[in-house]
């Protein structure tokens, strides 16, 4: 039988990542256009700033932080250097450049031209981040993960994420927030 997302430490993290570059490549497709002078639309926009915020941040980074990494920490990993220290510097990155779209928004629908460039730097920004960002997860530290986190100690983590499962995020559930991405990628 094939292995399910949650047979590992990160089965289900991967899973997710494969949502969030999606979405994130399709930005990246949409900025691309928009430099070719097809205009971006601002409700459009919304959606991934909500999507960014809530599952890829609140959902996702969220699973990471307060169970994948205080795991790989009861293992010996330490917390304030190397590849933790490195990935929370990350999400804080992430954070920063999904609030400086979300703040300009409003102004660059309104025609202000330095809301619109801040809007424009901070999804290039985040859409590179991401992107980088989840080949290290992918191919290094979640590697790690799985060597390490084994056994009971693995079912207990994906027993944490489960859990999960019934949270609300801002008010909506992971199934919504998938619903929304797969608006955003025209996949409904
Ligand atoms: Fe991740």
Do not use: W
Request: with cysteine; net charge negative.
């Amino acid at each position: 039988m094939p292995n399910q997302p949650t047979d590992t430490a990160t089965g289900l993290l991967r899973t997710e990542h494969q949502l969030i570059l999606a979405v994130a490549n399709s930005l990246s497709a949409k900025l691309a256009a928009e430099g070719a002078g097809i205009a971006l639309d601002y409700d459009d926009l919304a959606r991934y700033i909500t999507f960014f915020r809530l599952f890829a941040d609140a959902c996702h980074h969220g699973k990471e932080e307060d169970m994948l990494f205080p795991g790989l920490e009861a293992q010996g990993m330490p917390h304030d250097v190397g590849p933790i220290a490195v990935m929370l510097a990350e999400h804080d990155q992430g954070r920063s450049l999904v609030r400086m779209m979300a703040e300009a928004l409003d102004d660059a629908r309104s025609g202000d031209p330095q809301a619109s460039g801040d809007l424009r730097a901070g999804a290039v920004g985040f859409v590179d981040l991401i992107v980088a960002h989840i080949g290290k997860e992918d191919h290094v530290l979640f590697n790690m993960a799985d060597e390490m986190i084994v056994g009971p100690d693995c079912r207990d983590l994906c027993a944490r994420y489960d859990e999960t499962c019934g949270r609300r995020y801002d008010g909506q559930t992971k199934e919504e927030l998938e619903r929304l991405a797969e608006e955003i990628l025209g996949r409904t």
